[in-house]
Nanobody, 121 residues
Framework: QVQLVESGGGLVQAGGSLRLSCAASGSIFSINAMDWYRRAPGKQRELVAAITSGGSTDYADSVKGRFTISRDNTKNTVYLQMNSLKPEDTAVYYC???????????????WGQGTQVTVSS
């Protein structure tokens, strides 16, 4: 009923940049938080960045100063601008959104399919 479609991943050299996008569609009444997570090989999934509906942001210490999360509420889309990429950033990046569905009285968490980001040294 709700789908998150991610794009923008790929292969990039260290020091380069990528911009990830995640567009939510479906029977959406409203979206509260939109987050980016990542899972690197052999590691637990971690929260990379989060943004509220009002635009407040939070970042993992490892990406502060390099990544910027933003959103366009009119398009139900969240972005992750990734600059100064490091090999340690290599991971599958997942979009997560807290979505209220039409005629539902509560929010539900939805995940994107993930997009691979590979940073070569």
């Amino acid at each position: 009923q709700v789908q998150l479609v991610e794009s923008g991943g790929g292969l990039v050299q260290a020091g380069g940049s990528l911009r990830l996008s995640c567009a939510a569609s479906g029977s959406i009444f409203s979206i509260n938080a939109m987050d980016w997570y990542r899972r690197a090989p052999g590691k637990q999934r971690e929260l990379v960045a989060a943004i509220t509906s009002g635009g407040s942001t939070d970042y993992a210490d490892s990406v502060k100063g390099r990544f910027t999360i933003s959103r366009d509420n009119t398009k139900n889309t969240v972005y992750l601008q990734m600059n100064s990429l490091k090999p340690e950033d290599t991971a599958v990046y997942y979009c997560n959104a807290e979505v209220q569905i039409y005629y539902s009285g509560s929010y539900f968490r939805y995940w994107g399919q993930g997009t691979q980001v590979t940073v070569s040294s």
